[in-house]
């Protein structure tokens, strides 16, 4: 058996793709979700990043089931969008919780193992627009910018144990995030993208395999946006 690797939100969209380009890579995938129902092909735990309880859960059944957890993908997230004047509190909090706090404490509780194996992989899956900003996103631009900073300092503390931890900036890609923009805002988004097209699930998770294969790339964030956020 390969590695074990955990990506959240495995079960659909970018997460997917990610997971079955990691186990074709040898590696042994576990996918975490609310549902905790397993694509085809996948094993997978029931893991709410909210709640630091299933976390906690999801981890314990994992090292049980197939052994400590050497690469992480934290790339379960939300959105809530709406202008801040009318955001609701649970719109804020939520979006946090999840996409922020959910992936510092999955990176807390997956430094056991690394730690203890002096070898490790985290990467947090971002967004252009943590860089960019984005008007009817404060709430999901402030959580991805937070994993830059969350990452870049836990790069530095646990760098010499031979863990890096990086961070992958997607422009938009067709996923189910994405199908609920109407033809007027995709040919907004299109229209400042120099590749001019969206992204495939599989493209970003070519580049989350790069970054689990490179051993020394470290506080790193990697665009893959087909130009949009350029020079950000
Ligand atoms: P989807 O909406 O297609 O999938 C989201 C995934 O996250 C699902 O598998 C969902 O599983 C899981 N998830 C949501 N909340 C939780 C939770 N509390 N605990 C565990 N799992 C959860 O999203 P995408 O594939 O489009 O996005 C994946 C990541 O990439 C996200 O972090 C997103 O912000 C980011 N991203 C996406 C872009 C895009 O254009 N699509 C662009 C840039 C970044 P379930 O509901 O079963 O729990």
Same mark, same amino acid.
């Given at each position: *058996?390969?590695? #074990?690797? $955990?990506? /959240?939100?495995?079960?659909?969209?970018?997460?997917?793709?990610?997971?079955?380009?990691?186990?074709?890579?040898?590696?042994? !995938?576990?996918?975490?979700?609310?549902?905790? &129902?397993?694509?085809?092909?996948?094993?997978? !735990?029931?893991?709410?990043?909210?709640?630091?309880?299933?976390?906690?859960?999801?981890?314990? &059944?994992?090292? +049980?089931?197939?052994?400590?957890?050497? @690469?992480? #993908?934290?790339?379960?997230?939300?959105?809530?969008?709406?202008?801040? *004047?009318?955001?609701?509190?649970?719109?804020?909090?939520?979006?946090?919780?999840?996409?922020?706090?959910?992936?510092?404490?999955?990176?807390?509780?997956?430094?056991?193992?690394?730690?203890?194996?002096?070898?490790?992989?985290?990467?947090? @899956?971002?967004? !252009? #627009?943590?860089?960019?900003?984005?008007?009817?996103? !404060?709430?999901?631009?402030?959580?991805?910018?937070?994993?830059?900073?969350?990452?870049?300092?836990?790069? =530095?503390?646990?760098?010499?144990?031979?863990?890096?931890?990086?961070?992958?900036?997607?422009?938009? #890609? +067709?996923?189910?995030?994405?199908? @609920? $923009?109407?033809?007027?805002?995709?040919?907004?988004?299109?229209?400042?993208?120099?590749?001019? =097209?969206?992204?495939?699930?599989?493209?970003?998770?070519?580049? %989350?395999?790069?970054? %689990?294969?490179?051993?020394?790339? /470290?506080?790193?964030?990697?665009?893959?946006?087909?130009?949009?956020? *350029?020079?950000?």
């Amino acid at each position: *058996m390969g590695q #074990v690797a $955990l990506v /959240t939100g495995g079960n659909r969209g970018i997460g997917l793709a990610t997971a079955q380009r990691l186990r074709d890579g040898g590696y042994t !995938v576990v996918v975490g979700s609310r549902s905790g &129902e397993a694509p085809d092909g996948l094993d997978a !735990v029931r893991l709410d990043v909210s709640d630091p309880a299933s976390i906690e859960a999801g981890f314990a &059944e994992i090292e +049980e089931r197939f052994g400590p957890v050497l @690469v992480l #993908v934290a790339n379960a997230g939300i959105t809530r969008d709406g202008l801040l *004047m009318r955001m609701s509190d649970e719109d804020i909090d939520d979006v946090l919780a999840t996409n922020l706090a959910g992936s510092i404490r999955l990176a807390r509780r997956a430094l056991k193992g690394m730690i203890r194996a002096r070898s490790g992989r985290i990467v947090f @899956v971002s967004s !252009v #627009v943590g860089m960019l900003g984005s008007g009817g996103q !404060v709430n999901y631009a402030a959580s991805k910018a937070g994993l830059i900073g969350a990452a870049r300092s836990l790069a =530095r503390e646990v760098g010499s144990r031979g863990i890096t931890v990086n961070v992958l900036a997607p422009g938009f #890609v +067709e996923t189910d995030m994405t199908a @609920v $923009l109407d033809d007027a805002q995709r040919s907004a988004i299109l229209g400042q993208i120099p590749l001019a =097209r969206y992204a495939q699930s599989a493209e970003i998770a070519d580049s %989350v395999a790069f970054l %689990v294969g490179a051993g020394y790339v /470290t506080g790193a964030v990697l665009p893959i946006d087909g130009g949009l956020g *350029m020079g950000h």
